[in-house]
Structure formats: structure tokens, C-alpha cells
């Protein structure tokens, strides 16, 4: 049996528009002779669809989609498809796949394991179905399976997170294929931890095992891909592309075969960041109509990694840097911002913002002043923040936030100021993280990209007179460990101490994050990166005891 | 027996803070002779403690101050204490209640159902308990039950959420109290709903019902109290103060005799929305710190009727006006606004917009325009937000958004101009209601509040000459409606129009909701009134196809 596997980019939503890729690459697979063809999770609505699942008009919609205008492509001589499809059965509403064959539903197979951690939310949307059957595909007796459905072996896992194994049912039945259709988000780690498990399984249950991933970048979300084909050794007979789309091919005889070569297991490396960064950023501008993107460029390394990645993302003719000096920037700010422009081969324009600061103070300090107090470094931040604003409104661009995710804990950037914007690019990368990426970019172009100044000079916000990030937050060698610790893998206080760092300085740490949680709530959408990035995984009161 | 029912206000996470007050009530209780002293859902951590629950840490000082510090209170003579809290067994996270008696726990009672729908996560961080056993409490067999235990009523209600009922279960055991932890946050109906239900529960298992709730605002939640006893006829005996903390007592022998009056059913109006509201904002600020508001004036109803929700909250002292006049502000915004100030008795300051407007007009204009087009529109409304949030930081105050619902929903707003600031009061109000409250002001005091130009006047964002919210928007008697259907309803555009709204002007609404998704991603918290508020309990994908 032949079975093409479809990796595709849907559109959240986009039912008409992602049923039209559907086809196409349905129609791809017949003219290469496949029995059935595969789609993702909830391939039609896109992964995930929140809440538009509650809109019944919206299920109505896809239901009809998939009866009117799939099914009948399945008449013979076919080929079959196997979709993932939102599926309300008995006033119940849950996450399944339907196999179409010869124009009619031949089977339904509903989603066990329903996640609700991080980022993940299926159980307000979705019943969990238990009765597992395997389904003969061909003369392979299969267990079809969605995403979270494989991610709770018990042996595997110390902590397993759910009382039952759906493997165990399916395999129970016999089941000599486990294929599974995800729709899995990138963490860092993720590659690492999906190439070791899935070959546990396979050689666990002496099973093959086809893994097929979402592609695209859905806001905060970025789904790689990188879709995985074990034979029943557990040996890696395929991976499919990372961050685009791709439409491949498995011969079941296959897959009870030794490997004819061995695929390196992928570890993930700043590469990887690099990649998803850039796939994240492309798509969203994509998906929400922009071609053109715009930020600040300050001479920092924040933005100038933005800006590279902007650059990576969409070419450098898509990208426009604003220098924005202030009278308390640095000579230098404006002098490495041109400098990464020209490197970049991007438009950049300067607007001194001297004129609307001054004009500010005057009405605002009757008078008096500058004080160079705190709320006047967040004026100078929101004036750069309307340039921006104005600018990407006027000529519909998109704009990027260049904050970073060591800041962005801290709370050490301003409200609708440098937190302004369409899409917070790094927000997710830790300073040092930032650090890494751009030694990266200098590394892979033969030339000099970030420039060595900016990477070298000790990082400033350049908001007062002579102000070093050092002189409101310990040093980032210190603190984004801390951060990494109490954000995310859950650490206290005392815990992190325990580890070895002062507790005063943890103390005063984790006081800053909890202070800065009316910041994060109105924060820009943020590429996610790590198992754990501010937003939509992270649900933190903002009224709150601190203690 | 004599049980103590402790209607509380905790702030979220702050656990030495709500021990302390828990101290407080249960020697109180004691003093009054109580046997019992019954604390609500979560008490110690306060409700809802969101990802504070993921904190190992967390868990075992909320775990150490029941064991250690509450638990020895009840040491003989007691009275003994019933505790909503956290609870970890076999590897597992519960949201319970512990019965203490006589130092010792005597009984755990752990919440079967879990919400997680609209702002509720539970299932996110809980399990499901099902086993669930009476307990004598004197010699009254009582049903513990934590919240939403009790709503899933399969006769009361034609669609339950649950599959299975706990009251079932419990009441088969004799049950003839039914006693219900609460943390129910109010919306627009609750308190007509729960005071249908609970009789109905009551004549159905012939059993009384003492229902106790938190109270105290929790950023975006506003948790009225209002906690109920009936007897078991149904009888509402005795209803707690609604917004405030409150002990009462209930002696179980006057559970099975007739009421001694009549109580009459609480139905919400529109006084309860404004008791909702100026309660929200006042618990907002006293629980993020603030003591002073100051909010942007426009002569329009929205912020006057915020300002005199602010005054109701807080006290005129505490409240600062702004009036930002821009080159397109009519005559009237300023007189109307100082009007208002002066009706409410708050200090205001006019702080003409033309300086800045003009600066930021030459430098990005290139000597040119202005051009009056929306980036110049946006441009008014951001360095209004600038001003705002000035002297916010440098002041101290708690910076107000006074947006409503209607043009959040569609998108009416600016990001970082009209939007910014810290809680959005009214934000969950569709523009018709604010006219209703506005009216509603007026009639409360003897005398004008709101001026009458403000609610007779076309509304207007006075952001470009002659501009008024009727060349951009259907009229809000027709739009609001259609909004409610979309949003709080879930009804497609079809179902609406099938209600006798033109197609093209719901599918032009349903495509501005859509559209400006982004800005909501980014907004202030607003307090919720609706069963359906923008906020955590609207979660949809930005970037998504338009159909």
C-alpha cells in the first residue's frame, strides 16, 4: 500500500482556502499512485482554531466541506483520505479523523488524550473518546492516533501525565502501524525529545511508526514540521522538510525493512532558533496581509537581531530600520544602527525625537525640566513608539517588537513604548540567547552582519544620561538563568538559592516579574520558543500578594 | 449546631495576608459561638490563583499554613473548619475543601467538576474527583460541594456540560444539606440564575442549601458574594451582603422550619452593574496599590460615565480628569468634560494636544500636511495615551481606559492611544448600556451628573474635522445587538441576519470583529459584566482566514 503524507500550512480559520491546498495536494498524490493520503490534525480549520470551535456555523461549515467536497474525490478509483477534522458525535464535540474511502466515511477515530497545559487548551473544546479501535490500512492493522495520543507511554515517562495509554488498547488489538497526525508546535528540545521517544515506541511495540506534523506559524506558534517515518527497528527512514510544505510517500512493505541508510537524529541548535524565528515571523506577516515590515533600530542587539532575522524572514527589501535618537542616546547608537543597515542591505531613515520630547516636557513640566525621572524614559520609549506606530500605519507595514524575553520578565521596557507592535520576534529568547544568535548571524555570512560594536558594548535602554542595563538588573549571565528557573521550570526562590545563586539577588528577581505582570498582559503576540514563553502558556494574576 | 459562614476577600496568591484574615473571622466565629466556620473555594490562595498552582513551592506553604497554623485552632473546644484549598494526592492536583476538627483533618472533600470554559481553566491545573462521600456535620448528613458541583442539574438544565451529576451520588447517601464552596464570578443574569436554581435543587432533594461565595474584585473577574441559605422548601432564608466581606451564622435547626419571611429574588439591573463595576475598579486599585485614578476626558458619554464609576469607587479626591483637546476637538468636548468634572467634584486639567500633535506632524510629514489620514488619527489618540500615562508614572495613579465594548469588538480604538492604561472599567459594556448607566447616574443623584449634552450628543472620536461615529459604524442600536448575537452568542452571520438584520451590514460588523483581533490581543484587562467579555474568556487566532 502506498500512502502519501501531506504536510501542509494551513490558515486558522481559512476553511475555503485550506480545503483549495487540500485538494491540490490530494490530487498530487493520486497522480503519484497513492492508496491514501493523509492530512494533518484538524487540517481543514488549521491548528488550533480556539474558539472558533464554538461557533456551530463554523463545524456546520467544515462538516459540509469535508461531505460535499472531499468525500466524493474519494470515489474510485480513489484514492482514500484520512483527515483530521473537528467531529461532534451524541451533543459532543471532539477531535478526530475521518477515513474516506470509496465515497463514503469508513471510519471515525477520535482523540484520547486531550492537552491542557502551556499553550494548550482541548479541553475546553473537546470531549475525550476512549473506545480505540485499529483499522486495517491496507493488510497493515493500524492504530490512528492524534497528536497527544503517543505522548504518555508509562515507561517512557516517569510522570506521565494522564491515567491512560491509548497505545496499549490499540496495540492490544494488534496493531503493526502507529500513525499518528499532529499538529505539534516547536519548543527547543522538541526535536531531540520526538527523536528519541518515537523510536522508543517503535521498538516498544516492534511497530512502524509515520509521524505527521502541521506546518506553519499560527501567531505565538510556530509548527516545524519535520514530519518522522520509523520502521518497525525503531531505524528513522524519513524526515520530511522543516517549516514548509511537503508532500511524501510511504510504501507500507516498507516498513518492516531494515534502513537502506541511517538519518542522523536531529538535535535542535541555535540554527534551529534561527530557522523557526524567521518561518514564525514570515508566516505571520503572510497570514495577516503584510509584505513590509518596521522597527527601531537603537544600535542594541535586540533590534539589530530583529532586524537580521526580519531580513532572513522576508529580504532586505522588506525591511525598513528607524533610528530614533534621543538626546541621552550614545554617539554610537545611531553610528552601529547605520552600520547593521548597511550590512543588511535594508532602508533606514532618522528621526531625531528631540522635538516631540521637548514639546512634551514643555507641557507637561510647566516649565521646569527635563527631570529625567522614570516616567520621562517612558515618554522618550512611547514618542519611538508612535514613530513606529505612525509610520507602519501609513504605509501598512508590519511592526516588529525587538524586545527580548530577559526584558520582558523584568519588566525592564515601557508599555507602548518599546513593547509596541505587531509581532514581538525575540520576546522569547533570553538576552544571552540573543547573545548567541548573533555571533550566529555573523558566523554563517561570510562578513560581518551584527556589528562587533554592538555585541561588544555593554547593553543600555540610553533613556538617562550615562544608564546601563547593569545598574537597574544583575547581570544577564546571572539573570537569565534565574529567569529560566522560576519561569520556566517553576523554581522558588529558595529552590533557585539552593542552586547557588544569592537569594537577595533571586529575591529581587522574581519580584520584578510578578511587579511586571500588567505589563506582559498587554504585551505584543511573541514567537514562542521555549517549553514555557510568556503569553497565551502563561496565566499569571496580575492583582496579586507579593511575599 | 451552629455553622459561621466567612464570606472573604483574598487577594490572589498573597497566602500570609488571607491566613491573617481567616485568623480574624474564625476568632469572631468562635466568639459567637460557632461549631463550624466555613471558609469558600480556595480560600487561602484566593480565586483564581491561575499558574500560581503550577509552583511546587506554592502548594506547600498553602499546605504549611493549614497544617501548621490553622489546623491547631481547632484544637478543643474548637469550632472546627472547613477550608476550600488545594489539595495534592497520589501524584495528583485536587481542588478541595478540609474538614478540621479537633486538631486533626477529619475529612477531605475533593471538586468533581471542573470548568473550563469561558475564563475558567480548572481542568488545567486539577483532577476530576469522583468518589465523593456525605459527612455528619452535627447530626445534619451534608453534601460537601466545592462551585461548580452543584450546577450540572440534568433536569435543571436541558444541555449539562458534565456527564455526570455529583449531587446524584451525594444525596443517595441521605444527604439533607447541601453545602457549596464557592468562587462564582458574577456576570449580567447570575444572581436571577442562581436564585432559581438553588430553590429548584432544594425542593428537589427536599434538602437546605447554604451556598457561600467569594467576594472581592480579581483583575478581570468581579466576584459579588451574595451568598444564599434556603431551608427545604426552597425558602431563600437569609442572603450575605453582595461586594463586601461579611460572618454569618446559621443554626441547622432552622434549616427544616419555614422561613419567617419572605426574602424576595434578587433579579440583576443596571444599579448591579454599576455596583459591579465601581467595586471592580475599587478592589483593582486597592489590590495593585493604587489610591488615585486618572483618566482622559473627552466630553463623550464613555469616559464620564467611567469617571463617575471611578468618583462611586474611589471618591472624587482620588480622581484626576484629563481634558486633551486636539485641532479637531469641537467647542463642546471641553465645555462638556469640565462640566462633568465639576458634577463630580474631581480635579482636571486641560492639556491641549496641538504642540506635540504639530511636532511629530513636521518631523514625519516631511514639512507637509497634516494629511488627516487614520496614522494621523491614530497619532491624536496615541499622544493622548502618552500624556496619560505621563503623569500616571510620575504621580502614581492607576491610568483608566474608558473604551466599552462596542468598539473594542470592532475595532473602533486605538492600540497604545485610547486603549492604553491599566484596567479597562467598561469595557464589557456595549455602548447602548453606557447610555443606560449614564441615565442611570443621573437618576440615583438629585441632581445632573452626567451633562445632558453628552448623552443627547452624536458620538464622536473628534479625530478628524465634522468626524462622528456614524460614518464608520451602523448605528449602536443596530450594531450592538448584532455584536451580542456574534460574541456573547456565538451566532454566525447568517443566524443573525435570520433575525431580521440586513446581511451586509452583519457581515461588515462580523469582518471588523475579526479584523481587530490584534488590538484586543493587546489590551488593558476589563472588568467583565457579560457572560461572553473580550479577555481570557475570548480566545481566538489573530492571524486567520476571512471568509
Redesign the interface.
Known amino acids: 500500500m502506498r500512502i502519501a503524507l501531506a504536510q501542509l500550512n494551513p ?8 480545503k483549495e491546498n487540500i485538494k491540490e495536494y490530494f490530487k498530487r498524490a493520486a497522480a503519484n499512485n497513492a492508496d491514501l493520503v493523509v492530512f494533518t490534525e484538524l487540517s481543514l480549520s ?1 491548528y ?5 470551535l ?5 463545524l456546520d461549515q467544515e462538516r459540509e466541506i469535508i461531505v460535499k467536497e472531499l468525500l466524493p474525490l474519494t470515489a474510485d478509483p480513489g484514492p482514500a483520505m484520512l483527515i483530521g477534522t473537528a467531529h461532534r458525535q451524541d ?1 459532543r464535540l471532539y477531535n478526530g479523523a475521518l477515513l474516506l474511502e470509496n465515497d463514503r466515511i469508513k471510519s471515525i477515530h477520535l482523540k484520547t488524550l486531550l492537552p ?2 502551556d499553550v494548550f ?1 482541548e ?2 473544546y473537546f470531549t475525550r473518546y476512549t473506545d480505540k479501535k485499529i483499522e486495517m490500512l491496507g493488510d497493515m492493522p493500524t492504530a490512528i492516533t492524534i497528536c497527544e495520543d503517543i505522548w504518555n507511554d508509562m515507561e517512557y515517562f516517569s ?1 506521565p501525565l494522564y491515567d491512560i495509554d491509548p497505545l496499549q488498547t490499540l496495540f492490544a488489538q494488534g496493531a503493526r502501524l502507529l500513525l499518528n497526525l499532529s499538529a505539534s508546535p516547536y519548543h527547543l528540545g522538541k526535536h531531540g525529545l520526538r527523536e528519541d521517544m518515537l523510536p522508543f515506541l517503535a521498538q516498544k511495540y516492534n511497530s512502524a511508526i509515520i509521524y505527521l506534523n502541521q506546518v506553519g ?3 505565538d506558534l510556530v509548527f516545524d514540521g519535520s514530519s518522522l517515518v520509523y520502521n518497525n527497528r525503531g531505524e528513522l527512514i524519513y524526515r520530511a522538510a522543516g517549516f514548509e510544505e511537503e508532500l511524501f510517500f510511504v510504501n507500507t512493505e516498507d516498513l518492516y525493512k531494515p534502513a537502506k541508510k541511517i538519518i542522523p537524529p536531529d538535535n535542535d541548535d541555535i540554527g534551529t532558533t534561527m530557522r523557526v524565528l524567521s518561518f514564525g515571523l514570515k ?2 506577516a503572510a ?2 496581509g503584510f509584505e513590509k515590515t518596521v522597527l527601531g533600530l537603537s544600535g542594541g542587539v535586540d533590534s539589530a537581531v530583529t532586524a537580521a532575522l526580519a531580513v532572513e524572514a522576508l529580504g532586505p527589501d522588506n525591511v525598513l530600520g528607524l533610528m530614533m535618537p534621543s538626546p541621552y542616546s550614545s554617539l554610537h547608537s545611531v553610528v552601529d544602527a547605520v552600520a547593521l543597515a548597511k550590512n543588511l542591505g535594508i532602508e533606514h531613515r532618522v ?2 525625537i528631540d ?2 520630547f ?3 516636557i ?3 513640566n510647566e516649565g521646569k525640566g527635563p527631570f529625567i ?4 524614559e ?2 522618550q520609549a ?2 519611538r ?3 513606529l ?3 507602519a ?2 504605509e501598512k507595514f508590519l511592526p516588529l517588537v525587538a524586545g527580548n524575553k530577559s526584558e520582558l520578565a523584568v519588566g525592564y521596557c515601557t ?2 513604548g518599546d513593547m ?1 507592535g ?1 509581532l514581538a520576534v525575540i520576546a522569547d529568547l533570553s538576552k544571552m540567547r540573543v547573545y548567541e544568535l548573533a555571533n550566529y548571524f555573523n558566523s554563517i555570512y561570510d562578513r560581518e552582519i551584527i556589528p562587533q560594536n554592538t555585541i561588544n558594548k555593554a547593553p543600555s535602554a540610553e533613556l538617562r544620561p550615562g544608564q546601563k542595563d547593569r545598574d537597574s538588573l544583575p547581570p544577564y549571565h546571572i539573570l537569565d538563568p534565574i529567569l529560566e528557573m522560576h519561569v520556566e521550570k ?3 526562590a ?2 533557585i538559592a539552593g542552586k547557588g545563586y544569592e537569594i537577595e539577588t533571586v529575591e529581587q528577581v522574581i519580584h520584578m516579574v510578578r511587579q511586571s505582570e ?1 505589563k506582559r ?5 511573541g514567537l514562542r520558543i521555549t517549553p514555557r514563553a510568556f503569553g ?1 502558556g ?10
Open positions: 490558515t486558522i480559520g481559512a476553511l475555503s482556502k485550506n488549521g488550533p482554531p480556539k474558539d472558533l464554538g461557533y456551530n456555523s463554523f451533543k491542557y497545559f487548551d479541553a475546553r510522570d506559524g499560527n501567531d508566516d505571520y497570514k495577516t528621526i531625531e522635538q516631540p521637548n514639546s512634551f514643555s507641557l507637561l525621572d522614570l516616567a520621562e517612558n515618554l512611547r514618542i513608539g508612535n514613530i506606530m505612525h509610520i500605519n501609513r508599555l507602548y509596541a505587531g517553576n523554581l522558588s529558595a529552590e500588567f498582559y498587554q504585551a505584543a503576540p497565551p502563561w496565566r499569571m494574576p496580575i492583582a496579586r500578594g507579593y511575599e
